[in-house]
């Protein structure tokens, strides 16, 4: 892949989904093959969040706030998916009706989704502008040493880890405007945080239904796409009706089942697949990467 | 009870001939042969009988099986209940004597203190993937802890389970096991802990595993054990590892007597345990009368009386599993309205299984991802 882009120049990694891991980097720098500029985004937030109190108590009232709307959330959204999925395994005898009832059912969720990301926002939107962390001091020097890093590198590379912790340091040390017209690379976690919407997901975690939720809005580097990284072991493929609702849910975006070996590239103006990248269809099933 | 079609088969033409019986065992094997619900034992070999001992609460402890007059071919058909797992060992007698024995017609064994039991499953049994070890997952280690007692006035040695990419820089929560050996050995609970950490199902933990000197003594409610645990495992482990200093970071299990030792310490200790993780307690009390027990069980069901009595608050979750079969599941049924009375979040799971280390092995999954929820839905990678 890095072969292909005729790239010249160390590349700019971010590992800071691994938390307290950032630093080992061995596996990837040996895998690269070059030269790489670990932009240590994990430590750099901890060291923000060491020196100024202030936001870092913000943060947590922030983060509390986010987690009660999602609780909300979360409460709303398990009966919504549980009737969506009553209606795709319902046998009547006047099957011809089921298809609006089951199309109107999954809009019901994806309007519930919109809800949530509208709430979400409004939480954004009051931090940043009671404290407008951006501008902190000690955020805007953490994001100078990182521009400069990024500026000599050809590429940026953003590994995976915990999503909401890779969000939080690519929003706040504003990665997005950083990056430019660098090539980035992403892959798991970090392919997730590139793309407009962050959808968390397991068909079969050991508690809980395994309901698919919205989490937050992505860097939006990558558009029309909602990223499934791990598909085959995270979620039930072959089960038609839950690859049917994830489908209809976002649409018109597409969910790409983001396997080993598969990738899908924008070039900023269109979609391509690497390897047997696949799409979520509204059929249920699975088929090869079309342009969105 | 029905028969089995391939007995009534296998007889539909009167006596079999040894190649007969020969050919029905080699067609069937292994044992017991599954159809449907059923099972049916079968046993070869020149006996006065032949008896299916198992330790199924509320069935007939011991059933015979039937000999096909003319042959050495001895059978039982028994109707057993779906997603089942069921040791058992076969029970020959000659003369006035008995040997019991491991179905010889059936590899499936469970191993426990005792040597090993042959296991019957039914349709829905199927051991968790989890159970075995995973070419990719990284492991953890053990290492020793050796603990000076003042409680028993000897020195006591643990063994704790550090997970894959341990870092000091990290702070743990910690679960301490009773009876640990028998769980790293019976239980796979090393293969478990590495799975479930490696799938993210429940987050990097250290796990103490304890053992016991005088287990019945010791386990069976000893205010000793309790002062052992709390007030020399506990601050040894704190001292040498990252723990974190919190009460719902920290839990105690055991199964048998050692959910007993479990909740008594956690009872004499209030606030220092969040979570409990209790397997086929040994609960046993009493409401009028005496008990039945044996003399082991008069502390546990003098501890169980007072604390039905004034259970005050010893976790603050409590995930407790008991088999179906065992006639442990009554005491431990009995004690959930009571916990959830209290105000503890209670889970209790009942299994269609034993009092037996692969009972236990087999909650591992349900009881820590409850107890301890891990990363698996925000970490990608």
Same mark, same amino acid.
């Given at each position: 892949?890095?072969?292909?882009?005729?790239?010249?120049?160390?590349?700019?990694?971010?590992?800071?989904?691994?938390?307290?891991?950032?630093?080992?980097?061995?596996?990837?720098?040996?895998?690269?093959?070059?030269?790489?500029?670990?932009?240590?985004?994990?430590?750099?937030? /901890?060291?923000?969040?060491?020196?100024?109190?202030?936001?870092?108590?913000?943060?947590?009232?922030?983060?509390?706030?986010?987690?009660?709307? &999602?609780?909300?959330?979360?409460?709303?959204?398990?009966?919504?998916?549980?009737?969506?999925?009553?209606?795709?395994? @319902?046998?009547?005898?006047?099957?011809?009706?089921?298809?609006?009832?089951?199309?109107?059912?999954?809009?019901?969720?994806? /309007? @519930?989704?919109?809800?949530?990301?509208?709430?979400?926002?409004?939480?954004?939107?009051?931090?940043? /502008?009671?404290?407008?962390?951006?501008?902190?001091?000690?955020?805007?020097?953490?994001?100078?040493?990182?521009?400069?890093?990024?500026?000599? %590198? %050809?590429?940026?590379?953003?590994?995976?880890?915990?999503?909401?912790?890779?969000?939080? #340091?690519?929003?706040?040390?504003?990665?997005?405007?950083?990056?430019? /017209?660098?090539?980035?690379?992403?892959?798991?976690?970090?392919?997730?945080? @590139?793309?407009?919407?962050?959808?968390?997901?397991?068909?079969?975690?050991? &508690?809980?239904?395994?309901?698919?939720?919205?989490?937050?809005?992505?860097?939006?580097?990558?558009?029309?796409?909602?990223?499934?990284?791990?598909?085959?072991?995270?979620?039930?493929?072959?089960?038609?009706?839950?690859?049917?609702?994830?489908?209809?849910?976002?649409?018109?975006?597409?969910?790409?089942?983001?396997?080993?070996?598969?990738?899908?590239?924008?070039?900023? #103006?269109?979609?391509?697949?690497?390897?047997?990248?696949?799409?979520?269809?509204? &059929?249920?099933?699975?088929?090869?990467?079309?342009?969105? | 009870?029905?028969?089995?079609?391939?007995? !009534?088969?296998? +007889?539909?033409?009167?006596?079999?001939?040894?190649?007969?019986? =020969?050919?029905?065992? =080699?067609?069937?094997?292994?044992?017991?042969?599954?159809?449907?619900?059923?099972?049916?034992?079968?046993?070869?070999?020149?006996?006065?009988?032949?008896?299916?001992?198992?330790?199924?609460?509320? +069935?007939?402890?011991?059933?015979?099986?039937?000999?096909?007059?003319?042959?050495?071919?001895?059978?039982?058909?028994?109707?057993?209940?779906?997603?089942?797992?069921?040791?058992?060992?076969?029970?020959?007698?000659?003369?006035?004597?008995?040997?019991?024995?491991?179905?010889?017609?059936?590899?499936?064994?469970?191993?426990?203190?005792?040597?090993?039991?042959?296991?019957?499953?039914?349709?829905?049994?199927?051991?968790?993937?989890?159970?075995?070890?995973?070419?990719?997952?990284?492991?953890?280690?053990?290492?020793?802890?050796?603990?000076?007692?003042?409680?028993?006035?000897?020195?006591?040695?643990?063994?704790?389970?550090?997970?894959?990419?341990?870092?000091?820089?990290?702070?743990?929560?910690?679960?301490?096991?009773?009876?640990?050996?028998?769980?790293?050995?019976?239980?796979?609970?090393?293969?478990?802990?590495?799975?479930?950490?490696? !799938? +993210?199902?429940?987050?990097?933990?250290?796990?103490?595993?304890?053992?016991?000197?005088?287990?019945?003594?010791?386990?069976?409610?000893?205010?000793?054990?309790?002062?052992?645990?709390?007030?020399?495992?506990?601050?040894?482990?704190?001292?040498?590892?990252?723990?974190?200093?919190?009460?719902?970071? !920290?839990?105690?299990?055991?199964?048998?007597?050692?959910?007993?030792?479990?909740?008594?310490?956690?009872?004499?200790?209030?606030?220092?345990?969040?979570?409990?993780?209790?397997?086929?307690?040994?609960?046993?009390?009493?409401?009028?009368?005496?008990?039945?027990?044996?003399?082991?069980?008069?502390?546990?069901?003098?501890?169980?009386?007072?604390?039905?009595?004034?259970?005050?608050?010893?976790?603050?979750?409590?995930?407790?599993?008991?088999?179906?079969?065992?006639?442990?599941?009554?005491?431990?049924?009995?004690?959930?309205?009571?916990?959830?009375?209290?105000?503890?979040?209670? !889970?209790?799971?009942?299994?269609?299984?034993?009092?037996?280390?692969?009972?236990?092995?087999?909650?591992?999954? =349900?009881?820590?991802?409850?107890?301890?929820?891990?990363?698996?839905?925000?970490?990608?990678?």
């Amino acid at each position: 892949m890095l072969d292909d882009q005729d790239l010249d120049g160390p590349l700019a990694v971010v590992t800071g989904g691994w938390e307290e891991r950032e630093d080992e980097v061995d596996d990837l720098r040996d895998h690269c093959q070059r030269e790489t500029l670990n932009l240590g985004l994990y430590k750099r937030m /901890e060291d923000v969040l060491l020196k100024d109190r202030a936001l870092s108590q913000a943060l947590v009232d922030r983060n509390d706030r986010l987690r009660v709307a &999602q609780t909300f959330y979360r409460r709303r959204l398990g009966p919504l998916l549980d009737s969506v999925r009553r209606l795709h395994h @319902l046998k009547v005898s006047r099957m011809e009706l089921l298809p609006a009832e089951r199309a109107h059912a999954i809009l019901s969720v994806a /309007e @519930l989704d919109a809800h949530y990301m509208t709430q979400i926002r409004g939480i954004h939107a009051a931090f940043d /502008e009671l404290w407008n962390p951006t501008e902190r001091p000690a955020v805007v020097d953490a994001r100078g040493e990182i521009a400069e890093l990024v500026k000599q %590198s %050809s590429a940026l590379l953003i590994a995976g880890g915990h999503v909401g912790v890779l969000l939080d #340091q690519l929003t706040l040390f504003e990665l997005g405007t950083l990056v430019g /017209e660098t090539p980035v690379v992403a892959w798991s976690a970090g392919a997730m945080v @590139l793309t407009e919407r962050i959808l968390l997901f397991h068909d079969s975690p050991p &508690q809980g239904p395994g309901d698919p939720e919205v989490y937050d809005d992505g860097l939006g580097l990558a558009p029309q796409v909602v990223a499934l990284p791990h598909a085959r072991t995270r979620l039930k493929l072959d089960d038609r009706a839950r690859v049917q609702i994830l489908s209809g849910r976002f649409a018109p975006a597409s969910c790409v089942a983001l396997d080993e070996g598969c990738g899908v590239h924008w070039n900023g #103006q269109a979609w391509s697949a690497i390897g047997p990248a696949r799409r979520l269809t509204p &059929q249920g099933k699975l088929a090869g990467l079309v342009a969105p | 009870m029905k028969g089995s079609p391939a007995i !009534r088969e296998l +007889l539909q033409d009167g006596t079999p001939t040894p190649a007969a019986v =020969e050919a029905f065992i =080699e067609e069937h094997r292994p044992f017991p042969l599954r159809e449907g619900d059923r099972a049916t034992f079968v046993f070869r070999g020149n006996a006065d009988g032949v008896r299916w001992q198992h330790w199924i609460f509320g +069935l007939a402890s011991s059933q015979s099986f039937h000999r096909v007059q003319g042959t050495d071919l001895w059978y039982l058909t028994v109707d057993l209940r779906p997603a089942s797992r069921i040791e058992y060992k076969l029970a020959i007698d000659y003369g006035e004597n008995t040997i019991l024995i491991r179905d010889p017609l059936n590899p499936l064994k469970a191993r426990d203190p005792y040597g090993a039991n042959s296991v019957c499953t039914t349709q829905g049994y199927e051991r968790p993937d989890w159970t075995f070890p995973q070419a990719d997952t990284r492991e953890g280690r053990l290492e020793e802890l050796e603990v000076y007692s003042e409680a028993f006035g000897e020195q006591r040695s643990l063994q704790i389970y550090l997970p894959a990419r341990f870092r000091d820089s990290r702070r743990y929560p910690l679960l301490i096991m009773h009876d640990g050996s028998d769980y790293l050995r019976y239980s796979v609970a090393k293969t478990v802990l590495d799975n479930l950490i490696h !799938r +993210l199902e429940i987050p990097p933990m250290i796990v103490a595993f304890s053992n016991p000197g005088d287990r019945l003594r010791e386990y069976a409610a000893d205010p000793r054990h309790a002062r052992h645990i709390v007030e020399e495992v506990l601050p040894a482990v704190c001292a040498e590892y990252p723990i974190e200093d919190r009460p719902a970071s !920290r839990c105690i299990m055991g199964a048998s007597f050692g959910g007993v030792a479990s909740l008594s310490t956690a009872w004499r200790y209030p606030g220092v345990f969040g979570n409990l993780f209790l397997q086929s307690g040994s609960f046993a009390f009493t409401d009028i009368g005496t008990h039945h027990r044996g003399a082991a069980f008069d502390p546990v069901v003098d501890f169980m009386n007072e604390f039905r009595e004034s259970p005050g608050r010893p976790a603050e979750a409590i995930f407790m599993s008991c088999g179906v079969y065992e006639s442990l599941i009554y005491e431990n049924r009995s004690l959930v309205p009571l916990l959830q009375k209290c105000g503890i979040q209670v !889970r209790f799971v009942e299994a269609r299984d034993g009092h037996n280390w692969e009972n236990w092995r087999d909650r591992f999954r =349900e009881g820590l991802s409850w107890l301890f929820p891990g990363p698996l839905w925000k970490v990608y990678e």
